[in-house]
């Protein structure tokens, strides 16, 4: 099958990863909406809500609460926008699970390697 997501998960495609356990890794999106945008995504594939494991789905929940921690503390944060695509919008056919912060005062957008080096 070719997955980008599951590429990522084995280390065929680079990325950069920001937390990762034997159920997930959370990566940086390689087109950020905004300074800070993960993707969480379980190792297994999974297409969307309707096919993922509900234990999966709530650890994939503990780790945005945990990522959520970071990014406040590292990149000060005023909140979290959670999205999760299925069907029509979905680009990439395997589940995860973006986290989006929110800034009060959005500054310059910055590189995903710059924001890498702040999280990391
Ligand atoms: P969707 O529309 O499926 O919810 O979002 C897919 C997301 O995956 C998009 O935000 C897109 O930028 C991101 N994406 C697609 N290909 C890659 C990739 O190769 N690496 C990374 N880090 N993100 C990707
Ligand atoms: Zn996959």
Do not use: R, W
């Not at 940086?28 to 789905?57: A, T």
């Not at 970071?70 to 919008?89: C, F, I, P, S």
């Amino acid at each position: 099958m070719d997955c980008i997501f599951c590429k990522i998960i084995k280390g065929e495609v680079p990325s950069y990863t920001i937390y990762e356990d034997e159920l997930v890794k959370a990566f940086l999106d390689v087109n950020p909406d905004v300074n800070g945008h993960i993707l969480i995504v379980p190792k297994k594939h999974y297409q969307d809500l309707f096919d993922i494991d509900e234990n999966v789905l709530i650890h994939i929940m503990k780790c945005a609460k945990d990522l959520d921690k970071l990014l406040k503390e590292k990149l000060h944060t005023d909140g979290l926008t959670l999205v999760q695509n299925n069907g029509l919008k979905q680009e990439v056919k395997h589940f995860h699970l973006h986290l989006k912060p929110q800034y009060k005062i959005e500054g310059e957008k910055m590189s995903v390697e710059e924001v890498y080096n702040i999280l990391k």
